[in-house]
């Protein structure tokens, strides 16, 4: 069981929005504004689309955009494009203690 | 623009350990912390700790504490991740990552596959 919690699977066409979340607690995404997204195609290592919440990494594409509220944060992917076809990650820092927590992952399909 | 490079795909037996390694091109090695994140088969992301390539110091999580160790060799950019007394649970692909802005990982590694079978 991850320790932040997202919906399996998501879909949506072609030119829709769609947005993910991930649910955490007071002890990570509640309290820190460190949550962190990445993308994951098949076989291929994890790509960071979204930092602090809602910062982009030059070349990530303005498509993604990230917020929080509480101890939910989502991602949000306007535009849909077949190639966003991929697996979803939230990570968030944890404190001291635990330090990071991933999210179970969401398989977003491009109807 | 960093890249992480890792070594190749290991198959051990229950009880043995592996030792992956994680070159760093770039002359940026000590400045971040080096993190570790595997990914059992179908499954999701899973944080196992980080070393400050510039202290040496390291942080693992409570999950894998006394079976993983986390050492680097700063004079050929390298960071390595050994894990003790393997069981079939650990067959995953092993990814290292640099820590970037606001505890986010990026780049990532290539991914270092670990069977283990008897």
């Known amino acids: 069981q991850s320790a932040l919690t997202q919906p399996a699977s998501v879909s949506g066409s072609p030119g829709q929005s769609i947005t993910i979340s991930c649910t955490g607690t007071?002890?990570?995404?509640?309290?820190?504004?460190?949550v962190s997204w990445y993308q994951q195609h098949p076989g291929k290592a994890p790509k960071l689309l979204i930092y602090e919440v809602y910062k982009r990494p030059s070349g990530v594409s303005n498509r993604f955009s990230g917020s929080k509220s509480g101890n939910t944060a989502s991602l949000t992917i306007s535009g849909l494009q077949a190639e966003d076809e991929a697996d979803y990650y939230c990570c968030s820092y944890a404190g001291s203690s635990t330090f990071v927590v991933f999210g179970g992952g969401t398989k977003l399909t491009v109807l | 623009q960093v890249q992480l490079v890792q070594s190749g795909a290991e198959v051990r037996e229950p009880g043995a350990s592996v030792k992956v390694s994680c070159k760093a091109s770039g002359n940026t090695f000590t400045g971040y912390n080096m993190h570790w994140v595997r990914q059992a088969p179908g499954q999701g992301l899973e944080w196992m700790g980080w070393i400050n390539p510039n202290s040496g110091g390291t942080n693992y999580a409570q999950k894998f504490l006394g079976r993983v160790t986390v050492t680097r060799d700063t004079s050929i950019t390298t960071a390595y991740m050994e894990l003790s007394r393997l069981t079939s649970d650990d067959t995953a692909v092993y990814y290292c990552?640099?820590?970037?802005?606001?505890?986010?990982?990026?780049?990532w590694g290539q991914g270092t596959l670990v069977t283990v079978s008897s």
């Open positions: 007071s002890s990570d995404v509640g309290t820190y504004n460190l």
């Open positions: 990552a640099r820590e970037s802005g606001g505890n986010s990982f990026d780049p």
